[in-house]
């Protein structure tokens, strides 16, 4: 007598074949952005954003701009304004982290814990919007861009991959342009700081035309990029 065969057990092994795929394909997503940028230093990178408006067909304007022809006053003004601590910390300012984390239990207004190299990470390989699930990617993600790009680089690319206008305006070319009606070879050290204060929200806030909440902001990171204590870990052989 021929015993059934039993065929329940095929579309078992089907299934877990799937999810094993799918598990490696995510794992595949989340290395990948470890694997690349090693690689990010050299070149144009670009930014998600950037890549989902051309995909929409949204207005993209971005004009890459190697850091020594940046005007010096840009990135003391970014330093002084988004993260100070940007030379001493490995990517991630754990009390600035922790000070955030804080006034969101004390239900105070959120302020910003994230470095210029989180924003770099979330720039560059994730998306916009506030989520656990992104920072907690984020962050090690950081520490590894801190790990293996020289801190001025790191510099560069969020200085070309910023973005710094209303209407799809990316990095310090565009956003001075747009603003100013000039490179940003030739900034200021007002105007470096009026793009500096509209960095959390260009759609809102304006350097073209700024209000005087952007105004005082930019006077203070006039201050802050001129200030003694501002370490820099980054070469400025060009006059300012």
Not at 186 to 192: G, H, N, Q
Request: charged share 20%; glycine share 8%; with cysteine.
């Amino acid at each position: 007598m021929i015993a059934p065969v039993d065929r329940t057990a095929e579309p078992e092994a089907s299934d877990l074949r799937i999810v094993r795929i799918l598990l490696l394909a995510l794992l595949g997503v989340l290395l990948l952005p470890y694997v690349v940028t090693p690689f990010y230093r050299a070149g144009h990178p670009v930014s998600t954003l950037m890549a989902w408006r051309w995909l929409k067909g949204a207005p993209v304007t971005r004009q890459w701009v190697d850091f020594h022809a940046i005007s010096p006053a840009l990135p003391r003004s970014v330093v002084g304004s988004e993260d100070a601590k940007f030379c001493s910390h490995r990517g991630v300012d754990w009390n600035a982290l922790q000070d955030a984390i804080d006034d969101a239990g004390d239900g105070e207004p959120a302020r910003g814990g994230s470095t210029i190299t989180q924003q770099v990470a979330k720039n560059l390989f994730l998306w916009p919007g506030r989520s656990v699930v992104r920072k907690a990617l984020e962050l090690p993600l950081a520490m590894w861009i801190d790990l293996v790009l020289p801190k001025q680089r790191i510099l560069e690319i969020y200085l070309n991959i910023a973005e710094l206008g209303p209407s799809g305006q990316f990095g310090a070319e565009a956003g001075s342009n747009y603003a100013f009606g000039h490179s940003a070879a030739t900034l200021s050290a007002r105007e470096a700081a009026l793009l500096a204060a509209i960095l959390p929200n260009p759609v809102r806030r304006s350097a073209r035309n700024p209000g005087p909440g952007v105004r005082r902001l930019a006077g203070t990171y006039m201050a802050r990029a001129n200030a003694q204590a501002l370490q820099r870990c980054w070469t400025e052989n060009r006059g300012s």
